[in-house]
């Protein structure tokens, strides 16, 4: 009977959160205590001086414990531990009723290792399963109190709220505000959220205000309020909702009462994906604003203000082992200047077969298109394509071969208008076109490769070096153009002659992390040299008319170390002119100290530079962060950032500055652990 007693104690001694399953009957429970009696007549177990009882990681420990088997109740008193994988519940005295699980702990001290919370009281009641009541209580997440919230009492519902009286929040012990009543969710439950305060030199003082709604356990909303000083009020709503894991979706809505105008500005998103089956499913992704500018004026994030194209797409995808099938809808909104003249897709239908095995080494690959092309002003258009192509693979000793043969043909229920006052590409006639061409190519490869050295416990171990040289051909015929209306990049035929010889040097590594790790392979260096010939010599059929028939060498150049250092490089480099055509540079440096990136770009025609840097610094408690990117060529910083942060074990500040051209943005964040982020 003994056992029993202990086990049904322990169980209803143990914290909400370790209550999720019963403890398993007949389990070995070990029992010390200098003294241990049993009053036949009353039913009452007694044990006395350095009490234990351990189960199964479950360990009580008290001066006294005595049990009433007729009435359910048990007491520990005196250096009450009570501990479960990492969860200590500290009390003076504590007493439960083992039939109905309510109890109350005194002088109480309740240690939730999940999350590091720290609830103490001078009585703690449980009233149920997950009702508590806290009287002159503290609650926190730092080891040391650095800060705690306190209340005269606190009313605590698992599964929905807590409540609060005569409120206060410390720090080091001093109250910095108090509240006669407080009320916050304990899990996801409706209410208010953090409001967001802050200052920029274009908005100037803002504040935003969010009230969340937790309808049902798949479906929930929130309510916004964004308040700025210059630009006027918005109200925004997001719905969110899942349906299942194959069925989900949002909805958000904003809407801007600007101040001097009578002008309505609003955005609109929704999204909706449905797996109708393992191989159907469909999209739903819609973006629409009230005007071109609306981004521009409104969004704090700069790659939202500078977004060039919205788009708003809806499809529909069947895929089988070797092809898919989709429907897609796109209607796009140009962020630049008005929409009239904007091109959409309302719909297009495409159907493609990939490495379809025909016989042996024989493939069919298969693109087939039919599109609606529409627009405000000017004439839409009809188009369909069809692109089949047979390819075959060949190899034996490290030589591989690669012939490919295709045939394109497009249909057109408009043609170009070439009447010589007309200079859009795009403007069309009524009368019908189409265009027909083959073409036709190869791919030669080969690799030689040699393995260095011997695998280690740990680390590096052996590197093979490869030289791969690649020699490609592709022929596309020169096609009369004139009277194909140009809508998007299909439109467009470059005829091609070329030949082309690559040569890839490669170092790759086995690599093992520890000495119980499995190895892993990655390329240590990849460098890439190409250079294209086009037997097209004559400046008519050269797509830049300048008559060269070779193109510019590519070098592409990739470094990188298991842990710390990355290095990328890519430039193309006129052989006519003796320039670089364009290059592009990133460097990687991450370590558990310093975080440092830093990417240049550049390209002649049109002339741009750009360089951009991320630099982070860890000092103990302190992170350090700085980002900018520079426009070289105009001399223009278009972004620039700092941040400060220090973090202890349980809160954290931070301090950040953003500046973009017309606009400074300044906040100061204030983290506590297990209560959110406070101020923007």
């Known amino acids: 009977m003994l056992s029993v007693f202990l086990v049904t104690g322990l169980q ?26 049993y009053d036949r007549a009353n039913d009452v177990y007694t044990a006395i001086g350095h ?80 009702v508590y009541h806290v009287e002159k209580g503290t609650m926190t997440t730092c080891d040391d109190d650095q800060w705690y919230v306190k209340a005269s009492e606190l009313n605590i519902d698992m599964d929905r709220y807590a409540t609060g009286k005569g409120v206060s929040f410390n720090v080091q012990g001093v109250p910095v505000f108090y509240s006669p009543y407080f009320l916050f969710p304990v899990k996801r439950q409706s209410g208010f959220l953090i409001p967001e305060v802050g200052h920029s030199s274009k908005d100037g003082f803002d504040v935003g205000n969010s009230f969340f709604w937790a309808i049902s356990d798949n479906k929930d909303m929130t309510l916004y309020s964004d308040y700025r000083e210059r630009i006027g009020h918005g109200t925004g709503m997001e719905y969110r909702y899942s349906n299942s894991s194959e069925s989900a979706g949002q909805l958000y809505t904003k809407y801007w009462d600007q101040y001097h105008t009578s002008e309505s500005r609003w955005e609109f998103r929704l999204q909706h994906q449905e797996e109708f089956a393992e191989d159907l499913s469909g999209r739903l992704d819609i973006n629409l604003v009230s005007d071109e500018k609306y981004y521009f004026d409104l969004d704090k994030q700069l790659e939202m203000r500078a977004k060039p194209y919205l788009d708003s797409n809806a499809f529909y995808v069947e895929r089988w082992n070797t092809a898919s099938l989709y429907l897609l809808t796109q209607y796009s909104t140009d962020l630049t200047t008005s929409n009239e003249k904007t091109v959409q897709k309302l719909p297009e239908l495409r159907y493609t077969i990939y490495e379809e095995r025909l016989a042996g080494p024989v493939y069919l690959n298969f693109e087939g298109s039919a599109v609606n092309f529409t627009r405000e002003q000017q004439n839409g258009l009809r ?82 070096h490869s030289i791969e040289p690649t020699v490609s051909y592709i022929y596309i015929p020169h096609v009369d153009q004139t009277n194909i209306p140009q809508f998007d990049s299909l439109d467009s035929v470059v005829s091609m002659n070329t030949a ?58 990739s470094l990188r170390t298991p842990k710390m250092f990355s290095l990328t490089a890519s430039g193309s480099y006129n052989t006519y002119e003796d320039i670089l055509s364009s290059y592009t540079v990133g460097a990687g440096l991450t370590s558990s100290i310093v975080t ?11 002339r741009t530079n750009y360089v951009t840097g991320v630099a982070g610094l860890k000092l103990g408690k302190w992170d350090l962060s700085a980002q900018k990117a520079i426009d070289i060529e105009n001399n223009i910083t278009t972004e620039e950032g700092y941040k400060v942060h220090y973090g202890s074990q349980c809160w954290g500040i931070g301090i950040t500055t953003d500046h973009v051209p017309g606009d400074t943005r300044y906040m100061v964040t204030l983290d506590l652990k297990g209560l959110g982020t406070f101020g923007k």
């Open 383 to 464: 188009r369909a394509d069809f692109n089949p192509q047979l390819s075959a693979a060949f190899g034996s000793g490290g030589l591989s071969v690669a012939p490919r043969v295709g045939a394109r043909a497009t249909f057109y229920d408009h043609s170009r208008d070439t009447t010589p006052t007309q200079t859009d590409p795009s403007a069309t006639t009524n009368e019908p076109t189409e265009r027909r061409y083959v073409y036709a190519g190869i791919d030669v490869n080969s690799r030689i490769s040699r393995v260095y050295g011997t695998d280690r416990d740990e680390g590096i171990g052996r590197i093979r």
């Open 500 to 557: 082309t010889v690559s040569l890839i040097n490669r170092i790759t590594a086995h690599y093992k992390e520890s000495k119980d790790a499995p190895f892993s392979t990655f390329d240590l260096m990849v460098f890439k040299l190409s250079q294209g010939y086009n037997y097209n010599v004559n400046a008519a059929q050269d797509p830049n008319g300048l008559g060269h028939t070779r193109s510019d060498v590519l070098g592409e150049l």
């Open 596 to 606: 440092l990136n830093l990417t240049e770009t550049y390209t002649q025609n049109p």
């Open 51 to 130: 009490v234990k009882i351990e189960q199964q990681g479950v360990r009580l420990e008290a001066n006294k414990v005595i049990m009433n088997n007729k009435t359910g109740v048990a007491v520990a008193e005196g250096n009450v531990v009570l501990q479960d994988q990492g969860d200590v519940t500290r009390a003076a005295k504590m007493q439960i009723n083992l039939n109905t699980r309510a109890g109350v702990i005194y002088q109480g001290d309740i240690f939730m290792k999940k999350d590091n919370f720290h609830v103490k009281g001078e009585l703690i009641e449980r009233r149920s399963e997950t």
């Open 12 to 37: 209803a001694a143990l914290p909400q959160h370790a209550l999720g399953e019963a403890l398993p009957k007949n389990i070995p429970v070990t029992v010390t205590a200098d003294k241990l009696d």
